[in-house]
């Protein structure tokens, strides 16, 4: 894929106007355009030879910069004029860029063939054949995909926004949606007509009209893009960008500005040493990681400097103290590809980071992807967002509100502004998400599941009055056997703790049963009881004192106190150390998703400005009670007993509060 969003967006030139030349000197003018990535000229040119001559040589390269151009219509049909041409054969790349361009228009049936094709040559390109694999994959994929119901909508903003030129990177600060467009036009350009120019913009909302921020704030002779605020708000980081000589290439350098004492931007901004911005290469698209576990802030970025796995890549570098300078960044490579990562976005509430990517299989063009940092401190397995996010064509410069119900993103999709309408071409448009609510399902809740039961319950003592936070301590969730998220490795889950205890509330009849099995009548009834009073008392009990807990928390941070929660997990001895390390640290990491989601994430915006801190430690079956069961084989014991369903658990163990 092109490089063209290594700085802000594609770069869009309107060719330029040459007086009546030779057949040659068209070819000539489109080849350099080509070398400077100036693809809206080049195929200008090219096809200016054409009225000239038709060529196949020329129907080729036409092909190429219409692809690059993102074109894709006009790109398959110089491809097809080409391919029923007697010259196809001197041309055998031409069925990777043709089901490539087929691909970006969701026509996944007929570019398998020409993919296949293209693989089955003998002596092709290792690089090009590891693209016509990974698109190859994509039609399969695409192919073989099962309809569901839509999670999101996606709405392209309006004209107050959108033009006919590049808008990205869109982030929304309160009312205030800053985001990036390449509309304007280069001061004081030598080339007729001028380069365009990218500015940040503000408007208010989604319907607001996008205007440049304050001319102090812009500099007439860079582009600026590419937003990304620190935790605090105190510093604003953005890309700086030039072109590198008369052409379109364009290299960029990261930046940042501080707010004054009174809550501006200072005037100057600061570039970043060359330990990050290194000298002849591209640093851009900022993202601030603050590590809830870890108490550090990290700055990624997209470079193309040595050391990648190749195309653009991730990068990370802490950020320092006071008193401290940056070091080298380190390569993500947990997560790049020999392609392209780029546009990363840190959403700090639920601690995932979202990236786009064509190095990894998807729908076409650049996808949207999550992760979420493992034990390791590596990222996970990346995560394709899906239909309703990602399309055949571009999904880049990701953004999700606080609350995780609506964001942004910029994509090249159909019903964009097109800059060029005959060739349908090209450019990004920003379009807002929001999450579908989910159908009205009847829950079962835990007072329905009572009273379906066939014998009636001991009575419950009445529950005692909690008015101060440190009232509910030590606060105990309990969880299934190995859950959530069986049989796996991973540190994080996507299951908030509601979730798991809606599943596991249910199983006490189950657990009865088998935690009784083959016991004589008196034994077991005993036994029967103490599966209930656990299920009852403690899971059922230590679940609704979560909700009041949250109610108080609510109140405590709405009048202006700072809390900080601790986690700490546990789990039966059943398996190994290290799976046990991993699997409390899951149920840490469900329990913080209560936080995170517990009514529509009404925590988040406390947890980003660090009101609401909750720090997380899992201690596996370190801590476990002596005697608890740990052999396989004896499922009553180890899995089904009160003793063990009591290791695997979840405390809020401490409480700091500060007024």
Same mark, same amino acid.
């Given at each position: 894929m092109p490089h063209f969003l290594i700085a802000a967006a594609l770069v869009l030139l309107s060719a330029l106007a040459l007086p009546a030349q030779s057949f040659q000197a068209f070819v000539k003018a489109g080849d350099q355009a080509m070398r400077e990535q100036d693809y809206h000229a080049a195929l200008h040119h090219y096809e200016q030879a054409l009225e000239k001559r038709e060529d196949p040589a020329v129907w080729y390269a036409s092909g190429r910069a219409a692809m690059l151009f993102q074109s894709y219509p006009l790109a398959v049909s110089y491809f097809n004029k080409l391919k029923e041409s007697p010259a196809a054969a001197q041309f055998p790349e031409m069925s990777l860029w043709l089901?490539?361009?087929?691909?970006?228009?969701?026509?996944?049936?007929?570019?398998?063939?020409?993919?296949?094709?293209?693989?089955?040559?003998?002596?092709?390109?290792?690089?090009?054949?590891?693209?016509?694999?990974?698109?190859?994959?994509?039609?399969?994929?695409?192919?073989a995909a099962e309809s569901t119901d839509p999670q999101w909508t996606l709405s392209r903003l309006g004209r107050g926004v959108n033009t006919p030129f590049s808008e990205f990177g869109a982030a929304q600060t309160g009312d205030s949606l800053f985001f990036s467009s390449y509309r304007f036009d280069w001061p004081k350009d030598r080339r007729q007509p001028p380069r365009k120019q990218a500015r940040l913009l503000l408007a208010k909302g989604q319907q607001g009209r996008g205007r440049p921020l304050a001319r102090g704030f812009q500099v007439d002779t860079l582009h600026m893009a590419h937003t990304a605020f620190s935790p605090d708000g105190q510093r604003l980081y953005f890309t700086v960008c030039r072109f590198k000589g008369e052409g379109a290439v364009i290299q960029c350098q990261l930046c940042y500005r501080e707010r004054d004492r009174r809550g501006r931007w200072k005037a100057d901004y600061v570039v970043l040493p060359s330990t990050i911005n290194l000298p002849g290469f591209t640093a851009t698209q900022p993202a601030v990681v603050f590590d809830s576990l870890l108490r550090r802030s990290y700055l990624?970025?997209? @470079?193309?400097?040595?050391?990648?796995?190749?195309?653009?890549?991730?990068?990370?570098?802490?950020?320092?103290?006071?008193?401290?300078?940056?070091?080298?960044?380190?390569?993500?490579?947990?997560?790049?590809?020999?392609?392209?990562?780029?546009?990363?976005?840190?959403?700090?509430?639920?601690?995932?980071?979202?990236?786009?990517?064509?190095?990894? #299989?998807?729908?076409?063009?650049?996808?949207?992807?999550?992760?979420?940092?493992g034990a390791d401190s590596l990222w996970q397995e990346p995560v394709n967002l899906g239909p309703d996010i990602? @399309?055949?064509?571009?999904?880049?410069?990701?953004?999700?509100?606080?609350?995780?119900?609506?964001?942004y993103l910029s994509s090249n999709r159909v019903g964009g502004a097109a800059l060029d309408e005959r060739s349908g071409a090209c450019c990004l448009d920003i379009f807002a998400?929001?999450?579908?609510?989910?159908?009205? #399902?009847?829950?079962?809740?835990?007072?329905? #599941?009572?009273?379906?039961?066939?014998?009636?319950?001991?009575?419950?003592?009445? *529950?005692?009055?909690?008015?101060?936070?440190?009232?509910?301590?030590?606060?105990?969730?309990?969880?299934?056997?190995?859950?959530?998220?069986?049989?796996?490795?991973?540190?994080?889950?996507?299951?908030?703790?509601?979730t798991t205890y809606q599943r596991y509330y249910p199983r006490r009849e189950e657990y009865r049963e088998r935690y009784t099995q083959g016991l004589p009548e008196e034994k077991a009834e005993a036994s029967a009881e103490l599966v209930e009073a656990f299920f009852e008392e403690e899971v059922r009990g230590g679940y609704e004192k979560l909700e009041r807990f949250s109610e108080i928390l609510l109140e405590r941070l709405e009048g202006g106190n700072r809390v900080e929660i601790f986690l700490k997990g546990f789990t039966s001895p059943r398996a190994q150390s290290d799976y046990n390390l991993a699997l409390g640290q899951r149920r840490v990491s469900?329990?913080?998703?209560?936080?995170?989601?517990?009514?529509?994430?009404?925590?988040?915006?406390?947890?980003?400005?660090?009101?609401?801190?909750?720090?997380?430690?899992?201690?596996?079956?370190?801590?476990?009670?002596?005697?608890? *069961?740990?052999?396989?084989?004896?499922?009553?014991?180890?899995?089904?007993?009160?003793?063990?369903?009591?290791?695997?658990?979840?405390?809020?163990?401490? #409480?700091?509060?500060?007024?």
């Open positions: 089901g490539s361009c087929l691909v970006s228009l969701g026509r996944y049936a007929d570019a398998r063939p020409l993919l296949q094709a293209f693989l089955g040559q003998q002596g092709a390109n290792p690089q090009l054949s590891a693209r016509g694999r990974l698109l190859l994959s994509a039609c399969d994929a695409a192919l990624l970025f997209t @470079s193309d400097r040595p050391g990648g796995l190749g195309g653009l890549d991730l990068w990370q570098a802490a950020i320092p103290g006071p008193k401290e300078s940056w070091g080298e960044p380190r390569n993500l490579s947990d997560l790049n590809t020999p392609f392209d990562e780029l546009t990363p976005y840190f959403h700090q509430p639920s601690q995932r980071l979202f990236f786009s990517s064509d190095g990894y #299989v998807g729908r076409g063009g650049y996808d949207v992807f999550e992760t979420r940092r990602n @399309s055949s064509y571009n999904e880049v410069y990701y953004f999700l509100q606080k609350d995780g119900l609506r964001g998400f929001d999450r579908i609510p989910p159908r009205q #399902v009847r829950p079962e809740t835990p007072t329905e #599941v009572v009273t379906a039961l066939p014998d009636p319950l001991p009575t419950r003592p009445a *529950a005692p009055v909690y008015r101060e936070l440190s009232d509910f301590l030590p606060l105990a969730l309990y969880f299934d056997n190995d859950e959530p998220d069986k049989r796996t490795r991973r540190t994080t889950t996507r299951q908030a703790y509601g469900s329990a913080r998703l209560h936080f995170d989601s517990w009514r529509e994430g009404i925590f988040a915006t406390y947890i980003a400005s660090g009101q609401l801190v909750i720090s997380e430690v899992s201690f596996g079956e370190t801590q476990a009670a002596t005697g608890v *069961a740990d052999a396989l084989e004896d499922e009553r014991a180890s899995i089904y007993s009160p003793a063990a369903a009591r290791e695997r658990r979840v405390e809020i163990v401490e #409480v700091k509060e500060q007024r």
